[in-house]
């Protein structure tokens, strides 16, 4: 009881200061001492607008029928907006869950408001949202990452009005996509504390009888000008739209066209002068949009944009017409003070400064959408970024979840694409083939949106299109040199696509979106591998594994994991503070290498007409996937990878063996532990043949023998069939007839998993 009312006088305190700093508020909506009171959307800025950010009553419940708190019952407690619940600027600091959560506020408006049309802005609200104002329902929003808006005018009071805004978050009801929010009380793995409830700005605007609802610019670098499609709300006979482009306060170029329908086509030509944006040249022109009845300015919107060009050619990806390394670290957008909110509009801007010192010229903004200031200073930094969404945590054989999905990744590219920095966008990490019908709808529908920027369809694990325009994989595998075997090379070698071999396909481009992720330091946390023991070492693996893909001319990027630690995930290059572990100029040095992809990217590819006979089928050759004799845990005595050794007491199933999340279609036998022992026969006809390659998805270390004889071994491990050249080795041990296979997989850390083919051509 003590601490409660020591809490609730502190509070007091803070909600008086915020009071007195609300009513210092100009006519731009900031005031001195609002939490992020900077303007929330750069890219459509009014001038009357008022931020909501501040103290707000406050209450918490996990009965779900309870509604006593629309009416004036007493809150028990006080939050500061735009903080979540969880986080310690919010002023609260509660981390356990809870399923609804409530806030009211009281504002008055400005005076030069009258006559306007009024709408209430939520940034992102986590994960169903209801709002009232003065006691009246507006509406209600599904999802914890899209922003969404209410008309406020009928139901505003001539004084003092309050707003209320109810958020109903179950995290562990599979029906919301939660990202990397954990669903057990504590933080876990690659889980970190929650965010329930309001976590984007709030704010007010005013808006004339018809306004600009939103404007879509889409770049037409080859013929020197954008198209602008500006939707109006209140679109009637009379209405006029101007656009101008404007540099240095100079109009650049301008257009005009009437406003009859709700979607108007303005096209503004700039010129030979035009100026292009690029990661080193990240030119951005003004844009004035004003809505005119008449004389009378109805609306006016303030934005920018960037003209660029994303295209394919071959297997690259190019910004511009010229290929460009994407030198990309994974950026999970988490705060220790404000979990996914930044504490300032400055540490967003900090981020992508600590990620260029180190030499990147991007991320992966993963497992979270990030908010539009964030995409703002990345596009006037020249920060090249991919959208993604924070799949993880819904279950896929729900539709109703299927269809929260649809529309709000909907909503996020609607917001998002007129962000120059944006080069692709990837809804999907990591998922199983149980998404894959969600995935290619969600895929084709991104495609019919936004047909100017690449669409990867998940990133990592399960890729389900017969047609995709790019592919990737996740590869932690932290020696250098095995790690050479893989990537090393951007020979012809192209697999069966059945295997989802992503570097099978060289007609695509490929990159590595998730490697490294090397562990340093470690304070009762986790990295990938084994740690270094010193620093020296770091640099070395660290060095080792990029110039791989550096030095290979089929990769156009790659994703190193990651740019800050995360709680309990410690392989970040700076502590989860920002402050930094390594020194940032010789991992720029490093990172910054010139890639062969720069000096000689593929341009010009064609498929593989390769035949492949299968001598050993894995789990995805059906009738042909081969059966094995299995021995777990129990080392099997000494010559148990001859040809004449007795099996026969060993245990018969097909494979894959293992027990990994994402690979249960894949899985013929569980394994749980540490070893497992295969041994198998298959029949050669004797046959000369030019090449051989050894497909697998093996966790951990492996070791393959035919005959007796090793063929092939592999330490660390990797997250999907990827294929190893073993044309000189198998020819060395193959005989014609009857051939043993023996295999042995090690598992240390992490979900184990066991499945291989061998393959000849014909």
């Given at each position: 009881m003590v601490r409660m009312r020591v809490s609730r006088d502190r509070h007091r305190v803070v909600k008086g200061l915020c009071i007195v700093a609300l009513l210092l508020f100009t006519r731009g909506g900031r005031a001195e001492g609002t939490p992020r009171a900077e303007h929330p959307r750069p890219d459509m800025m009014r001038e009357q607008w008022l931020s909501l950010n501040g103290v707000w009553d406050f209450a918490e419940t996990d009965d779900d029928t309870d509604e006593t708190f629309l009416g004036d019952i007493s809150y028990p407690d006080e939050i500061i907006v735009p903080f979540c619940r969880e986080s310690s600027l919010s002023g609260l600091g509660r981390l356990g869950f809870v399923r609804n959560v409530w806030y009211r506020r009281s504002f008055a408006l400005p005076d030069n408001w009258a006559g306007k049309r009024v709408l209430v802005h939520i940034g992102a609200c986590d994960w169903k949202t209801r709002v009232w104002i003065n006691g009246v329902f507006l509406g209600e929003h599904r999802g914890g990452n899209a922003p969404f808006s209410f008309e406020l005018t009928k139901h505003l009071g001539t004084a003092e009005n309050t707003i209320v805004i109810h958020a109903f978050d179950d995290l562990r009801s599979g029906m919301q996509a939660g990202g990397k929010q954990s669903s057990r009380e504590e933080s876990h793995g690659c889980f970190y504390t929650r965010t329930t409830g309001i976590w984007q700005t709030v704010w007010l605007e005013a808006v004339g009888s018809s306004f600009i609802r939103q404007y879509i610019v889409t770049p037409d670098v080859a013929n020197s000008r954008v198209m602008i499609q500006v939707d109006v709300d209140g679109s009637r006979q009379g209405l006029m739209i101007f656009a101008e482009a404007v540099v240095e306060g100079k109009v650049a170029a301008k257009a005009a066209t009437r406003a009859d329908g709700q979607s108007n086509i303005l096209t503004l030509n700039l010129g030979k002068k035009q100026r292009l944006w690029s990661p080193e040249e990240p030119f951005l022109y003004d844009l004035d949009l004003r809505l005119l009845e008449g004389k009378t300015e109805l609306d006016r919107l303030r934005g920018y944009f960037g003209l660029r060009s994303v295209s394919i050619q071959g297997a690259a990806i190019l910004i511009n017409g010229r290929a460009t390394f994407q030198r990309l670290v994974l950026d999970q957008g988490f705060y220790p003070e404000g979990i996914w909110t930044a504490p300032s509009d400055e540490a967003l801007k900090r981020d992508i400064l600590l990620s260029q010192a180190m030499g990147f010229n991007g991320a992966r903004l993963h497992q979270k959408v990030f908010e539009p200031r964030f995409l703002y200073w990345a596009d006037r930094l020249g920060y090249l970024v991919w959208g993604e969404?924070?799949?993880?945590?819904?279950?896929?054989?729900?539709?109703?979840?299927?269809?929260?999905?649809?529309?709000?990744?909907?909503?996020?590219?609607?917001?998002?694409?007129?962000?120059?920095?944006?080069?692709?966008?990837?809804?999907?990490?990591?998922?199983?083939?149980?998404?894959?019908?969600?995935?290619?709808?969600?895929?084709?529908?991104?495609?019919?949106l936004d047909p100017t920027r690449p669409v990867l369809e998940t990133s990592g694990w399960v890729h389900?299109?017969?047609?995709?325009?790019?592919?990737?994989?996740?590869?932690?595998?932290?020696?250098?040199?095995?790690?050479?075997?893989?990537?090393?090379?951007?020979?012809?070698?192209?697999?069966?696509?059945?295997?989802?071999?992503?570097?099978?396909?060289?007609?695509?481009?490929?990159?590595?979106?998730?490697?490294?992720?090397?562990?340093?330091?470690?304070?009762?946390?986790?990295?990938?591998?084994?740690?270094?023991?010193?620093?020296?070492?770091?640099?070395?693996?660290?060095?080792?594994?990029?110039?791989?893909?550096?030095?290979?001319?089929?990769?156009?990027?790659?994703?190193?994991?990651?740019?800050?630690?995360?709680e309990q995930e410690q392989n970040?290059?700076?502590?989860?503070?920002?402050?930094?572990?390594?020194?940032?100029?010789?991992?720029?040095?490093?990172?910054?290498?010139?890639?062969?992809?720069?000096?000689?990217?593929?341009?010009?590819?064609?498929?593989?007409?390769?035949?492949?006979?299968?001598?050993?089928?894995?789990?995805?050759?059906?009738?042909?996937?081969?059966?094995?004799?299995?021995?777990?845990?129990?080392?099997?005595?000494?010559?148990?990878?001859?040809?004449?050794?007795?099996?026969?007491?060993?245990?018969?199933?097909?494979?894959?063996?293992?027990?990994?999340?994402?690979?249960?279609?894949?899985?013929?036998?569980?394994?749980?532990?540490?070893?497992?022992?295969?041994?198998g026969q298959f029949e050669h006809d004797g046959s000369s043949f030019d090449r051989a390659v050894f497909v697998t998805h093996y966790d951990n270390a492996t070791e393959i023998y035919v005959n007796g004889e090793l063929i092939w071994e592999g330490e660390g491990w990797n997250d999907a069939y990827a294929p190893f050249e073993i044309t000189d080795t198998l020819k060395r041990a193959l005989k014609r007839g009857t051939n043993t296979i023996a295999v042995h997989c090690h598992q240390d850390t992490g979900g184990q998993f066991i499945d291989l083919a061998v393959l000849v051509t014909k």
């Open positions: 969404f924070p799949n993880w945590g819904m279950d896929y054989a729900r539709k109703e979840a299927c269809l929260t999905f649809v529309d709000e990744w909907t909503e996020i590219v609607n917001r998002d694409r007129n962000h120059p920095s944006i080069i692709g966008w990837c809804p999907f990490n990591e998922t199983p083939h149980t998404a894959s019908p969600l995935q290619k709808t969600v895929y084709h529908i991104t495609r019919s389900s299109l017969a047609d995709p325009q790019l592919l990737d994989a996740h590869d932690y595998n932290q020696n250098p040199t095995s790690f050479r075997t893989v990537y090393g090379t951007d020979s012809d070698l192209q697999v069966p696509e059945r295997y989802g071999v992503s570097m099978a396909r060289r007609d695509r481009p490929f990159f590595i979106s998730e490697f490294g992720g090397i562990g340093w330091n470690l304070q009762d946390g986790w990295g990938y591998g084994s740690s270094p023991k010193t620093e020296e070492e770091f640099y070395t693996r660290y060095e080792g594994l990029t110039n791989v893909l550096l030095d290979n001319r089929g990769m156009f990027g790659f994703c190193y994991t990651q740019l800050t630690d995360v970040g290059l700076y502590r989860y503070d920002r402050t930094p572990k390594f020194d940032a100029k010789r991992i720029q040095r490093i990172t910054s290498r010139r890639a062969r992809y720069e000096e000689d990217p593929p341009l010009n590819t064609t498929p593989s007409d390769v035949e492949w006979c299968v001598l050993v089928g894995a789990a995805v050759d059906g009738d042909r996937a081969q059966t094995w004799r299995y021995q777990m845990e129990t080392q099997p005595k000494e010559g148990w990878e001859t040809v004449d050794y007795d099996d026969s007491s060993w245990q018969e199933s097909k494979g894959g063996f293992g027990d990994k999340g994402g690979w249960e279609s894949r899985t013929g036998t569980t394994w749980k532990g540490k070893d497992i022992w295969l041994r």
